[in-house]
């Protein structure tokens, strides 16, 4: 089945830097990699998604990027600011006996310093 | 408001003590899933369902139940509740399966002594 490695586990910046965060997975028929944040002691909520067929997307401050080929997507954050502290899971998903499944990466805990 | 919901939000109990989590969506959706997170092992899938009365298991299925009688709710079941199943629980719902976003409800913490 489908593993999804993600890096690093923490990640400590000041405020203004630029965050990275990356991910790999294991299925080529994966095609769909979204990146939920959560907040301390708050649900996950979807930040941005990418679908294989797009090598990039940008949402303000955020960024995602996709290699097919090498089968890892990155998180990109700039201008980073305090609010962006949580933890960020990204995911991939592939097809299981005719359903997409979703499988999480085990999470990057982002700490931003005024 | 367009939610999910879950009760109880937090729960201690002792081994073998049968216990539900409910979830509750109000968005119509025909995706709902069921979650756990554990400290550095992220995410994980227990049960999910495609829609009323069709579901399947997910990563970690084993020791817990569930049931899709009603589009709106999807239970999660715990018949004989061990240490090991003491987890944060997280229940999902989506328009369509996976390839769209997951609303995520608040969470259920559970202790099983």
């Known amino acids: 089945g489908e593993n999804v490695e993600q890096h690093p586990s923490t990640l400590s910046v000041q405020e203004g830097d630029s965050a990275v965060i990356k991910c790999t997975y294991s299925d080529s028929a994966s095609n769909y990699f979204p990146w939920y944040k959560q907040e301390l002691g708050k649900r996950p909520q979807l930040i941005i998604d990418i679908r294989s067929n797009v090598g990039e997307k940008k949402d303000q401050r955020i960024a995602v990027t996709l290699n097919k080929t090498a089968k890892h997507f990155s998180l990109h954050i700039t201008e980073t600011q305090p609010e962006d502290s949580a933890v960020y899971f990204c995911a991939a998903s592939h097809m299981n006996t005719g359903f997409q499944k979703l499988v999480f990466g085990t999470g990057t805990r982002l700490l931003v310093s005024p | 408001e367009a939610q999910v919901t879950q009760n109880p939000r937090y729960l201690i109990t002792v081994t073998g003590k049968k216990l539900t989590v409910t979830c509750s969506q109000n968005?119509?959706?025909?995706?709902m899933s069921w979650y756990r997170q554990d400290p550095g092992l992220g995410l994980r899938q227990i049960y999910y369902s495609m829609n009323v009365e069709v579901t399947d298991k997910g990563d970690v299925p084993e020791g817990y139940k569930v049931s899709r009688k009603e589009k709106r709710n999807f239970p999660l079941i715990l018949e004989s509740p061990s240490p090991n199943q003491t987890s944060l629980y997280f229940c999902?719902?989506?328009?369509?399966?996976?390839?769209?976003?997951?609303?995520f409800g608040p969470g259920t913490r559970l202790t099983v002594l």
């Open positions: 968005m119509n959706h025909e995706y």
């Open positions: 999902a719902s989506s328009l369509l399966p996976i390839d769209n976003e997951q609303f």
